[in-house]
């Protein structure tokens, strides 16, 4: 009864339910995978201690940045030079902007250093100016932005003396010498300013972000979801390789009791059986889609 099966219209079938379950399995399995390397992401980051009560380290033992080493303070010591204003950014719901400077180290290479946050805009709020000769900062450590960094502005276009992102690949097209793929910002607002600098009180501290990549936001569950949907699909597939068998058992069954003409059952069973591996097909080809894009 089951001799249909080796048919090479069954092969074909067979072939494409033999391929698509594996890829369903191992597709959902990877989608897991990464749910779970964002769920211990997320702990491990939960169960560093807080950046305050952990020893400052140079900035070159620190680097690169990464989930354990983000808001590690930092030092470094070297003499301001460029500034920059950085639009756009909240602090307690209320717009403003950070000031940042470039550290020139004995290095060459020049940190990035958020001295603090003002309210307003840029240009209709006094700066505070930054301390004169060597100084020896310590930040928290931060990786450099990306487009995906709340508050960061990559259409361009700013006034001269502004930076819509703070990283090395902006700030390497706007200064004459080497930057460090990170910054740091102070927690101390007056970290090496003069006695009489009372301006400096000003500016407020920019708490240290949270490395990206160690919360559980819409990304980890929608890798979650991913995987319940590979699997689900891997089951539909399996399902209806059974129908299909069973709908062609049957019509073989029909057959040998003469119930139907053989031509009839033949042209049945051929075209439900192409019209549903062909629709099996199309859900397979849009679940590529569609899970190729969740990383």
């Keep these: 009864m089951y001799r249909f099966l ?3 219209r069954w092969w074909g079938i067979n072939l494409f339910v033999v391929l698509a379950i594996p890829f369903c399995v191992f597709m959902g399995t990877w989608q897991l995978g990464r749910f779970e390397d964002r769920v211990q992401t ?4 939960e169960k560093q201690p807080a950046p305050g009560s952990r020893p400052a380290k140079p900035i070159d033992e620190l680097l690169p940045v990464d989930t354990v080493t983000s808001g590690r303070p ?5 003499r301001y030079a460029d500034q920059f204003l950085v639009p756009g950014r909240k602090l307690d719901d209320k717009s403003g902007f950070y000031v940042l400077n470039m550290l020139r180290t004995d290095s060459g290479k020049a940190l990035p250093v958020v001295r603090g946050w003002l ?3 840029p240009g209709g709020t006094a700066v505070p100016p930054a301390p004169t000769g060597e100084v020896t900062v310590t930040g928290d450590l931060q990786a450099s932005e990306n487009a995906g960094t709340t508050g960061a502005d990559t259409a ?3 006034p001269d003396g502004q930076l819509g992102m703070i990283s090395a690949a902006s700030l390497i097209n706007l200064v004459p010498y080497d930057v460090y793929d990170a910054w740091v910002t102070l927690q101390d607002t007056g970290a090496g300013a003069g006695a009489g600098d009372t301006a400096v009180g000003a500016l407020r501290p920019v708490p240290a972000a949270q ?3 160690t919360g559980l936001d ?3 569950f929608q890798n979650l979801g991913y995987t319940g949907e590979w699997f689900v699909f891997a089951g539909f597939v399996l399902f209806m390789w059974f129908r299909l068998v069973r709908r062609e058992a049957e019509a073989a069954r029909d057959l040998q009791l003469g119930l139907v003409a053989e031509e009839e059952t033949e042209e049945q069973a051929r075209t439900e059986a192409d019209s549903e591996a062909g629709a099996g097909t199309e859900a397979a080809t849009g679940k590529d889609a ?3 894009g969740a990383v």
């Design 290 to 292: 569609v899970g190729s």
């Design 156 to 158: 361009g276009g700013l």
């Design 218 to 220: 819409l990304k980890a």
């Design 74 to 78: 930092a030092t470094a010591t070297g």
């Design 119 to 121: 309210p307003g805009k």
């Design 211 to 213: 490395a990206q990549g």
């Design 6 to 8: 080796l048919t090479p």
């Design 42 to 45: 997320h702990d491990a980051a």
